[in-house]
Every structure is written in C-alpha cells, then in structure tokens.
C-alpha cells in the first residue's frame, strides 16, 4: 500500500517561505502526475498545483507565480516550493497522485502552513 508522508509546514510571516515536502512509498511513483492541494479550516480540499510525470506544471490561479512544483524520482519525493506567503495561504496541505481525475493513494495526514504575523 503506498504511504504519503507530508512534511515542511510550520507558521511563518506574510511574505515567507517554506518549502513543502511529500514522500511516497513504493516504486509506482513515477507513474503518476502528482498533485498538492490544501484545506482550509470550513473549506473544501481545493488542488493548488500539479506535475506531470514528464514535468508539466499547473497551477491554481490564486497560487500563480508564487509557488512551484517539482519531483524528484529518484527520491521518490514531491515538493511545493511557497513564496510570497499570504494569511489566505493558511491550510493543511496534503499530497496525492492522479488517476484520471480520481486520487490516486489514500490521503497522507498533511502538513499545516499557518501565515501569520
């Protein structure tokens, strides 16, 4: 059973960075896009930004510009590099692969970004 375990999150000012980390178990990561999304307290899980498996990014339009995606394959790992924090950044971040529109793991316990000064 693949595990997804986030990590890098903590509290930092407006106009902060952090970089964000998931790690998956298992060999089939590569075979997958992987997706970050993020839940704010009384909101829905929302997806913030996505890679193919070929390196093809997307992004949501309120996160454009300042965070970036990226993979490594070797490590078997995902990041989410945030900058330019804002307050409305604030959420538990949580990591999944794809699968046609589905997820593609069972949900990790996510990383929490608080944006506070």
């Known amino acids: 059973q693949v595990q997804l375990v986030e990590s890098g999150g903590g509290l930092v000012q407006p106009g902060g960075s952090l970089r964000l980390s998931c790690a998956v178990s298992?060999?089939?990561?590569?075979?997958?896009?992987m997706d970050w999304y993020r839940q704010a307290p009384g909101k829905q899980r929302e997806l913030v930004a996505r890679?193919?498996?070929?390196?093809?990014?997307q992004y949501a339009d309120s996160v454009k510009g300042r965070f970036t995606i990226s993979r490594d394959s070797a490590k078997n790992t995902v990041y989410l590099q945030m900058s330019s924090l804002k307050p409305e950044d604030t959420a538990v971040y949580y990591c999944?692969?794809?699968?046609?529109?589905?997820?593609?793991?069972?949900w990790g316990q996510g990383t929490q970004v608080t944006v506070s000064s």
């Open positions: 999944n692969g794809d699968a046609a529109g589905a997820v593609a793991f069972h």
């Open positions: 298992g060999s089939i990561f590569s075979i997958y896009p």
């Open positions: 890679i193919s498996t070929i390196g093809i990014t």
